[in-house]
């Protein structure tokens, strides 16, 4: 795939959608960390619906770790690995508190450094709070970007490092949102629906379904 090629992808993509956003429901930066910490192997609706009924009890790393760990897992349980999760959200919380003063740090070192932050977390943080042009690359990334030939590699890391590569800088900030709702809604996994695609004329797929 090439400049050109790549290019004319985003730009239709971004036609199609000119102000992406997450799909996850948040209103301050530390709402969204957590989200993104509970959103690993679940799904954003879920995710959605606990931290609806979290949120309005406790939306601050203090708030969070005077609801305990019990109290915490009592509004997160309908979400798959709801211990672990608890756990690292509580120590999350207190490395917060007592390393940041209770703010979201806005690089990636620190980001990185709290329990139950990956890569992939930073990555979104970074992006959808902070405004910065990085590309967390999640299962439907990966497969849109391999599918498509926009940016293939065999790990995530190895995708990420060629989208952060080859995208085109006017398309770098949004580019994690139109990949991931694209391959959520479009490019599913099981049967894509390239009939729908605005990007299909220009997809590398060589075995699309188009009925």
Not at 31 to 57: C, H, M, W, Y
Not at 90 to 99: E, R, W
Not at 139 to 154: E, L, M, P, Y
Request: with cysteine; proline share 4%; glycine share 6%.
């Amino acid at each position: 795939m090439n400049r050109d090629k790549r290019n004319e992808i985003f730009r239709r993509l971004q036609a199609a959608n000119p102000a992406p956003e997450t799909e996850l429901v948040y209103a301050t930066e530390f709402e969204l960390l957590i989200a993104v910490i509970l959103s690993a192997q679940a799904t954003d609706v879920g995710v959605n619906k606990a931290t609806a009924r979290l949120f309005p009890v406790a939306n601050t790393p203090q708030a969070i770790l005077d609801l305990g760990e019990d109290g915490l897992k009592q509004h997160i349980k309908t979400i798959g690995l709801f211990n672990s999760k608890a756990r690292n959200i509580m120590k999350t919380c207190a490395a917060l508190v007592a390393q940041h003063d209770g703010a979201v740090p806005r690089d990636r070192k620190s980001l990185e450094a709290l329990p139950g932050v990956g890569r992939k977390t930073a990555n979104v943080v970074l992006n959808t709070a902070f405004g910065q042009a990085t590309i967390a690359v999640d299962t439907h990334i990966f497969r849109v970007s391999n599918r498509t030939g926009i940016a293939r590699g065999k790990t995530p890391r190895a995708v990420e490092d060629r989208l952060v590569r080859l995208v085109p800088e006017a398309f770098k900030r949004d580019a994690h949102h139109w990949l991931i709702l694209h391959g959520r809604y479009i490019c599913k996994a099981r049967k894509p629906a390239c009939a729908a695609c605005v990007i299909e004329d220009l997809c590398e797929y060589r075995h699309k379904v188009l009925e």
